[in-house]
């Protein structure tokens, strides 16, 4: 086996790797949930690898993506539903029949894409999966009968808790501005000192969770992305502590003989380097 710049061979090498007979034992024990979470991993190193604008560790870590969507179509065809192939005609399809002011006729793309258009294609998709999950003898709804179901349950959580917003938020459930979530916020809290007064583990977890649920609605309020603000908040916090493990280095000290006050002066003095 030989590298290549072609598909087909990562599909011969996954195929190999999965083979009863001569396969990587690894490999071969491995399942669509126990693949998972490999699966989100690299997606998270390809977003790494774009935010810090390492090219050559994009182009591997795309590799490694990709690796993923092989793997879980190989399972697939091995289970009889579906190959790689299908993966491709099925993504091939989606875009063209979403962008017809690209793809489609001299009408179709003179036109451009007309008003309503998107909802209209996107209703036509989901009455397919619909019937096509009938036939499987499945719900007609993916992952569920509520309104709110479809918000895939393997997002990060502030994410899913922005995408739970937004979907409740088109059909009137919302707050009307962001100033009244401050006092949501605030009564949250409120609720979290009682539980914390009240000692009860269960009680501060749920509350804890009701004022990140609520500072992302204001986040989504102010037009902010809580996981990609939070983001901005973890490399601050990691470059001021590098500031404050560099500075003790020049001082011959560690971080472990440091004391807290120390420590603190120094943080502070990053905070003013911004």
């Known amino acids: 086996m030989t590298p290549s710049r072609d598909i087909s061979r990562l599909i011969e090498i996954m195929a190999a790797l999965r ?9 071969v024990e491995q399942t669509f949930s126990t693949i998972a979470p490999y699966t989100i ?26 690796l993923q969507v092989v793997y879980h179509a190989r399972m697939a ?7 790689f192939p299908d993966v491709v005609e099925a993504i091939t399809t989606k875009m063209i029949r979403r962008h017809p002011h690209v793809f489609g006729d001299d009408r179709a793309r003179s036109a451009g894409m007309a008003k309503g258009m998107w909802e209209k ?8 999966m619909r019937a096509a999950r009938l036939a499987r003898g499945l719900h007609p709804e993916n992952g569920g009968k509520g309104f709110l179901d479809s918000v895939p349950l393997a997002l990060p959580a502030l994410t899913r808790a922005l995408k739970l917003q937004e ?26 000192r009682e539980a914390l007064a009240k000692g009860e583990t269960v009680p501060i977890k749920d509350e804890f969770g009701d004022v990140l649920f609520a500072l992302v609605n204001l986040g989504r309020h102010l037009g902010i992305d809580s996981e990609a603000a939070l983001a901005g908040t973890n490399d601050k916090f990691r470059n001021r502590f590098h500031y404050i493990e560099q500075t003790l280095d020049e001082q011959g000290k560690s971080l472990e003989a440091a004391t807290l006050d120390e420590m603190e002066e120094i943080w502070q003095r990053a905070k003013g380097k911004r």
């Open 19 to 27: 083979a009863p007979v001569g396969g990587c034992p690894w490999d």
């Open 41 to 66: 991993e690299e997606a998270y190193e390809v977003a790494d690898a774009i935010q810090r604008g390492d090219f050559d560790n994009l182009r591997e870590e795309l590799g490694d993506l990709l």
């Open 77 to 83: 065809e091995e289970e009889g539903e579906f190959a």
């Open 121 to 128: 294609i996107k209703a036509e998709e989901k009455a397919e």
């Open 167 to 192: 979907k409740a938020a088109r059909v009137g459930f919302d707050w009307g501005e962001a100033a009244p979530i401050l006092d949501k916020i605030a009564e949250e809290i409120d609720e979290l």
